[in-house]
Nanobody, 127 residues
């Protein structure tokens, strides 16, 4: 079992930057690839980015490249999502998720491949 706690969201103005945190406990954090997703009201959950267990490889949704940066610190059991130049359309609940690197050697953008999920944090961007 892996427990994920997401934090760092809030109400920000357009153009601001934000860093989200995903802190893990339970099993060994470095056994898992990590992904970030978001879900806006009335929309499906959307892939943002994923990072491999070691941090050596990262992948981004095409629409997210440039403003979003995923990273991790295995010693701190934490994954991060840094967002620059926030826009009102970035308003959503942001989730982190973990997928086993043992069973799935590559990082993926399919939310169904992720076993453990954090509770989400609301990000609201005002214009």
């Amino acid at each position: 079992q892996v427990w994920l706690v997401v934090s760092g969201g809030g109400l920000v103005q357009a153009g601001a930057s934000l860093r989200l945190f995903c802190t893990a406990s339970g099993r060994t954090f470095s056994d898992y690839h990590m992904g970030w997703f978001r879900q806006a009201p009335g929309k499906e959950r959307e892939f943002i980015a994923a990072i491999s267990w070691s941090g050596a490889t990262a992948d981004y949704a095409k629409s997210m490249k440039g403003r979003f940066t995923i990273s991790r610190d295995n010693a701190a059991n934490t994954a991060y999502l840094h967002v620059n130049n926030l826009k009102p359309e970035d308003t959503a609940v942001y989730y982190c998720a973990a997928s086993s690197a043992t069973f799935l050697p590559v990082i993926v953008n399919d939310p169904q491949r992720y076993t453990y999920w954090g509770q989400g944090t609301q990000v609201t961007v005002s214009s």
